[in-house]
């Protein structure tokens, strides 16, 4: 097997095919920018009044997929350290989108969940802004949807690891 061609700084050159793949990332850039007018327009509001970005709606996301979570879960989660989870959290709850509440469980450790009366706006804002994706993944075939699945997945660990503070979108 012939070694793959590095730059001088040691990451490997994609190949010609690869190449083509990358061509389309830059066009996904245009579905990110326009999150905001994608929102309900309830939701962009209060996004707008208390100034929250697209990390505090990487929160909602994870606590729309699995609620109640605490503090560390979503720290873990989204790949942020404790304290920018916690500002997050802090800020989602002025917001009055997630409420916050002691565990039955383990009085110690705080649980973050989204108010039901927030639930459906969030699942429709989630659900129009994953049903592109959700398309072309229907069009593949079920080896294929696991290999991309699992290659965006490892791909989103990667980027996320060269910013020890997360994700920005």
Same mark, same amino acid.
């Given at each position: 097997?012939?070694?793959?061609? %590095? /730059?001088?700084?040691?990451? @490997?050159?994609?190949?010609?095919?690869?190449?083509?793949? &990358?061509?389309?990332?830059?066009?996904?850039?245009?579905?990110?920018?326009?999150?905001?007018?994608?929102?309900?327009?309830?939701?962009?509001?209060?996004?707008? %009044?208390?100034?929250?970005?697209?990390?505090?709606?990487?929160? &909602? /996301?994870?606590?729309?997929?699995?609620?109640?979570?605490?503090?560390?879960? &979503?720290?873990?989660?989204?790949?942020?350290?404790?304290?920018?989870?916690?500002? &997050?959290?802090?800020?989602?709850?002025?917001?009055?989108?997630?409420?916050?509440?002691?565990?039955?469980?383990?009085? @110690?450790?705080?649980?973050?969940?989204?108010?039901?009366?927030?639930?459906?706006?969030?699942?429709?804002?989630?659900?129009?802004?994953?049903?592109?994706?959700?398309?072309?993944?229907?069009?593949?075939?079920?080896?294929?949807?696991?290999?991309?699945?699992?290659?965006?997945?490892?791909?989103?660990? %990667?980027?996320?690891?060269?910013?020890?503070?997360?994700?920005?979108?």
């Amino acid at each position: 097997m012939s070694r793959a061609a %590095e /730059t001088p700084d040691g990451a @490997r050159v994609p190949t010609p095919e690869e190449i083509l793949a &990358l061509g389309h990332v830059p066009l996904l850039a245009s579905f990110f920018r326009r999150v905001h007018n994608d929102m309900p327009e309830p939701l962009r509001e209060v996004f707008a %009044e208390h100034g929250l970005t697209a990390r505090h709606g990487a929160v &909602l /996301t994870q606590l729309v997929a699995a609620q109640p979570a605490s503090v560390s879960q &979503l720290a873990q989660r989204l790949h942020v350290s404790l304290s920018t989870a916690s500002g &997050l959290v802090g800020d989602l709850s002025r917001a009055g989108l997630v409420t916050r509440h002691e565990d039955p469980g383990n009085r @110690r450790r705080t649980l973050v969940s989204m108010p039901q009366r927030h639930r459906p706006l969030f699942e429709e804002f989630v659900a129009a802004r994953a049903a592109p994706l959700l398309r072309a993944m229907d069009r593949l075939s079920p080896r294929d949807r696991a290999g991309f699945v699992a290659g965006l997945t490892e791909w989103a660990r %990667e980027v996320e690891g060269q910013d020890d503070d997360g994700p920005d979108c």
